[in-house]
């Protein structure tokens, strides 16, 4: 889901009241839970078509990196499903599997189930108008942004949607927070801050361990702040000019290491992800102990970004 568009925030924000639901009826770890949502949602982040990817791609752009929308995407995914599915076994998911396991039965709705039917011609119209857009992006090379708005005209004409409704769901809080700091970089690049910034980097920096050292300071800040709106847009642009301080470098792997680390830590319940998992958490959940053990996972998470990042993108 995360990858067709809707992106880590929208994907968590719709999965996570049925998974947490479905935890504690299961009786399965709210924590592992919460763990396997969001590290699936942000396997998917980067993808050209989501917007984190969207950002992200556009800031690469701007530093020289092009056509580089799939690698990044699946650099990220690579290393966010590593992660997830040691965190899954970690955590007791392979128990799951033993005929031991609880057999709860699942609430269900009745009220939901009277509804259930065929796909409506506005839903089936949605799905195409969004499989062309995949298509034309992945192998025409449209503009994911003009492919988009074309697609949401279609869909407003032949009047598949609620288009007013539609605006005043999107997050412009975020759209506006992800434009302000994009301008405020800017300002700070033609003011010579993005150099300093750079040779404070390079003091702790190698070409070996750049890698590390870039997946980790962005998952510490990306703990309490936004991945896309803050980490990516202030960490990405600074590459060539880290590069050139340490004396070499692969762009690609140290910009992958930003992403990775920034977004490794969002299980962190100081993120949007983390919060939302807890906020439907199931009533037999203990939430203060949810909390904990989540904040316990998310900075811990700059510390196996770090290491991942060093491995993944530097050793290998």
């Not at 989501?50 to 020289?64: C, D, E, K, S």
């Not at 102990?289 to 904040?295: P, V």
């Amino acid at each position: 889901m995360a990858t067709i568009g809707a992106g880590n925030i929208a994907t968590t924000a719709l999965l996570a009241p049925v998974a947490m639901t479905v935890a504690g009826n299961l009786g399965i770890s709210g924590f592992l839970m919460t763990v396997a949502v969001c590290c699936g949602a942000n396997s998917g982040a980067l993808s050209p078509f989501a917007p984190t990817g969207v950002i992200a791609n556009g800031l690469l752009a701007r530093i020289g990196i092009t056509g580089q929308a799939w690698p990044t995407f699946f650099n990220n995914f690579i290393a966010e499903g590593f992660v997830g599915l040691s965190g899954y076994f970690l955590l007791g998911g392979y128990k799951l599997f033993s005929r031991t396991a609880s057999r709860k039965a699942v609430h269900k709705d009745d009220r939901l189930l009277a509804h259930e039917g065929p796909f409506t011609w506005e839903q089936k119209l949605t799905l195409l108008v969004i499989g062309a857009l995949l298509i034309s992006v992945s192998f025409f090379g449209i503009d994911v942004g003009m492919g988009a708005i074309i697609g949401a005209v279609i869909l407003t004409v032949c009047r598949a949607s609620n288009e007013e409704a539609a605006v005043k769901t999107m997050p412009w809080n975020v759209i506006v927070m992800v434009c302000g700091v994009t301008v405020l970089i800017s300002i700070l690049e033609k003011k010579g801050g993005m150099d300093l910034f750079t040779t404070i980097l390079a003091r702790f920096s190698t070409q070996t361990s750049v890698t590390g050292v870039m997946g980790f300071v962005t998952g510490l800040i990306s703990v309490y702040s936004s991945s896309s709106g803050v980490v990516l847009p202030a960490f990405l642009p600074t590459i060539p000019g880290l590069i050139q301080k340490i004396g070499g470098g692969d762009p690609m792997a140290i910009a992958s290491s930003v992403n990775v680390g920034a977004h490794l830590v969002d299980v962190s319940p100081l993120s949007t992800l983390g919060a939302l998992c807890i906020a439907n958490a199931a009533v037999s959940e203990d939430r203060k102990a949810l909390f904990n053990k989540l904040m316990i996972w998310g900075l811990s998470m700059s510390v196996v970004g770090a290491l991942v990042c060093w491995v993944f993108f530097g050793l290998l």
